[in-house]
Structures are given as C-alpha cells and as structure tokens.
C-alpha cells in the first residue's frame, strides 16, 4: 500500500511538470490515434471508453467521433461501483462525482457483449498491470469483463513496476507514445517502446 501511495505521489509530481496544455493535446492525439489502429478496436462493436478528466489522455472528441461508427459506452459511479451507460451524445452528459461528466442514457448490463475496453490509470507497466487512483472502481468492473483491455497513458505514467496482486486483472496492451521518453528516478524506465506496444499475451 505504500508503495502504491508513493508511486501515485510520483506521478502526480510528474503530471505537474510536465503536462503541458500543448504536450497534453499533442500526446494525446498521438496516443488515440494509435488506439483507433488497434485491430481489436477495428474490429469491436461495443466499445467501453471513459470521458477523461483534466490529467487525462483527451478522449471528449474521441467519444464522439466514434459513437458515430461504434456503440460507446462510459462508466457512470453509483456509490461505490461503476455502472455503463451508453453515451448518445455531449448534450446528454451531466455532471457526476469527482467533476466527471457522465452519460445519462440507458444503462447497459450485459458486460459479455463488450468487446473493448480502454482504461485509464495513474501508473501501468510492461506487464499490463495497472495502478489507479486508490478508489477501486475498475478493480471492481474488470473482472466482470472479458473484452479486450487497453490500458491508455502518457509515456511518463509507463513504469518498471505497478505493485500487484495475484488477483488483479492486468490489461492486454498498453498504448502510450515514447517520443519524449523518461527515465524515471524512483521507478526507472529500461526498455524503450513502441507507440503501441505488443500485446502482452
């Protein structure tokens, strides 16, 4: 759990310097772009986002364009758990906890039919496992999920070690850009990669 606290700590620092408003639009175009290439996205129907906050991968115009071609569904928190909604369009989001805009159209239940998800994190490493922001929202939604996961991150959220449990689910690939490669003090970067790294198994 420390490890854990003091990782997101790190992150946080990092965000803070380096999250330009330019860098911030440039990467994020990069990062979706190589997202939208994916073959398992290509090829999924039902496709589960998230509407990104500030600190985030930009994923408002992503959602969407391809509601447009994709049935898109975003999470909605309801106490403590997240619930899916379908995402029909910027004019019917409102605003729900922790400032995130939230879908209000039909709920959706049947997690099977979900063939893709995109999930975004404070912290991922080459393993596929994921850190979050400590409330366990998708360490409670993964495992209901058997679609495609994709974790979605900044190159300087991409670390040696996420510390992991035995029980949690790890993503299939990791999607981020290296252009800007860092080396990280606390939890140092060895490997380079790709855009889109392969998938992890």
């Given amino acids: 759990m420390k490890r854990k606290k003091e990782l997101r700590k790190h992150i946080a620092l990092l965000k803070t310097q380096l999250c330009t408003s330019t860098m911030h639009q440039s990467q994020s175009a990069e990062i979706l772009a190589a997202l939208e290439a994916h073959p398992a996205f290509r090829a999924a129907h039902i496709v589960l986002l998230y509407y990104s906050l500030k600190d985030e991968v930009d994923t408002h115009e992503f959602v969407r364009k391809w509601s447009r071609e994709k049935r898109i569904l975003l ?111 606390y939890y140092p970067l060895h490997a380079r990669y790709r855009v889109v790294t392969k998938n992890l198994f």
């Fill in 75 to 185: 999470p909605v928190v309801v106490g403590d758990d997240l619930e899916l909604r379908v995402y029909t369009g910027p004019e019917d989001l409102a605003t729900g906890s922790y400032g995130i805009e939230e879908p209000t159209g039909e709920l959706f239940t049947d997690y099977a039919a979900i063939d893709f998800v995109a999930v975004p994190g404070v912290a991922f490493d080459n393993a596929g496992n994921r850190l979050g922001r400590g409330k366990g929202y998708y360490d409670r939604l993964l495992p209901r999920l058997t679609a495609f996961k994709a974790g979605i991150c900044f190159p300087f959220q991409l670390v040696e070690e996420v510390p992991a449990e035995p029980f949690d689910i790890r993503m299939d690939t990791i999607i981020t850009t290296m252009k800007n490669e860092l080396s990280h003090s």
